[in-house]
């Protein structure tokens, strides 16, 4: 039984993590559908909830001031969330401009941006948080997605700033593999999610979301998707983002796993035939949430295994979560780091994502904080 259980748990892993993506990337290729690039001066409003940025929010501003899109059918709506620094001050410095400022009471994410959708009635909606610096062709090549009439979200790219080091490196080979699985996801037809720090949404797709919601950047996009409409990946459209170091990462991956358990509870057609990217869904945001708790009862089922799968079963293991261990430890430039770094990184996303399913007995807006 131990051999069944390590057998099953060691096929899905691999699935999860080598197998699908293996599959949906010639899935994409035997049965490609691009979608349509046209543009259109859409009127576009610029969501952005801050809570106390001062330290980003000139550079931010300037930056969506900077967009290569015509000054007319541009607004911008600063959505405070409670800030007590200087944001609202800096914010209406630039209410010259087409820049709006909301000082609202503090109620997190989703509650400032329902607030935001009270103020615009129609045309695009431009969402991004203060802290990534915007690509200045970026709103002009999303809008350009909308062009398709078959698309109601296009999301852009996040760009981690490389600065060499091991750490951030790994995390930055996480995300070149997640942006290998987005685009051809898109390519197929929709993405599951978006990039909270950069996408657009039709206004008439979005509507008030639950005030404790962890991912406006996913649950948007799959109401999007319940109507009927694709959501895309659209790899010119760039946000730069500073280096992150593990502990940031693993802080955001609690919270986008306890988010999509969160999400689970509210829209659970998303696991059955109504959600026509059924296979991708499962594959890429529940094999994930499932992943460490496979591993963990591989791990287990191993001591219990006949020989003579025991001894390499466990040594394989120790071995493994050794590297883990022991690379803080190790100096930069040891050769052994090219291997034990991104083991650690492997390792620290997937306990990241088992203590996000603390999503069910503590408070949602707790995990921001993670």
């Known amino acids: 039984m131990a051999l069944i259980v390590c057998g099953l748990c060691g096929l899905f892993a691999v699935y999860i993590v080598a197998g699908y993506p293996l599959l949906l990337a010639l899935l994409a290729r035997w049965f490609p559908r691009p979608w349509q690039r046209r543009f259109e001066p859409l009127p576009v409003t610029v969501l952005m909830p801050v809570r106390n940025g001062e330290r980003w929010l000139k550079a931010k501003l300037d930056s969506l001031l900077a967009l290569d899109y015509p000054a007319d059918k541009l607004r911008i709506l600063v959505l405070s969330d409670g800030s007590t620094d200087g944001t609202v001050a800096i914010a209406r410095a630039y209410s010259y401009r087409c820049v709006e400022c909301y000082d609202l009471p503090a109620g997190g994410k989703a509650a400032a941006l329902n607030a935001g959708l ?14 990534q610096q915007i690509s200045p062709n970026s709103l002009l090549d999303l809008v350009a997605c909308l062009g398709d009439p078959a698309v109601g979200v296009a999301s852009g790219e996040l760009i981690l700033h490389d600065n060499d080091k091991g750490e951030t490196r790994n995390v930055g080979l996480y995300w070149k593999y997640e942006k290998f699985i987005r685009r051809r996801q898109a390519l197929l037809d929709s993405v599951p999610g978006a990039t909270g720090a950069i996408y657009v949404i039709r206004r008439e797709l979005a509507r ?57 509870q509210m829209e659970p057609w ?89 999503v069910f007995w503590v408070p949602a807006r707790k995990l921001w904080r993670a």
Do not use: C
């Open 270 to 358: 998303l696991l059955g035939p109504r959600n026509r990217i059924w296979l991708h869904f499962l594959s890429h945001k529940v094999g994930r949430l499932l992943l460490p708790f496979a591993l963990a009862a591989f791990l287990l089922a191993s001591p219990w295994t006949p020989l003579p799968w025991r001894y390499p079963l466990l040594g394989g293991q120790g071995l493994f979560y050794g590297l883990a261990l022991l690379d803080p430890a190790l100096p930069e430039g040891n050769p052994l780091k090219r291997l034990s770094g991104p083991v650690r990184t492997f390792v620290t996303l997937l306990l990241a994502a088992a203590v996000g399913i603390r």
């Open 118 to 131: 009270k103020l615009v009635q129609d045309g695009v909606l431009f969402m991004t948080d203060v802290r």
């Open 208 to 264: 008030p979301m639950p005030p404790d919601v962890l991912l406006d950047d996913v649950l948007l996009p799959v109401w999007a998707l319940a109507k009927g409409f694709r959501v895309v990946f659209e790899e010119r459209a760039l946000a730069y983002d500073n280096t992150a170091t593990l502990d940031a990462e693993f802080s955001r991956k609690v919270r986008t796993q306890g988010g999509l358990w969160q999400l689970l």
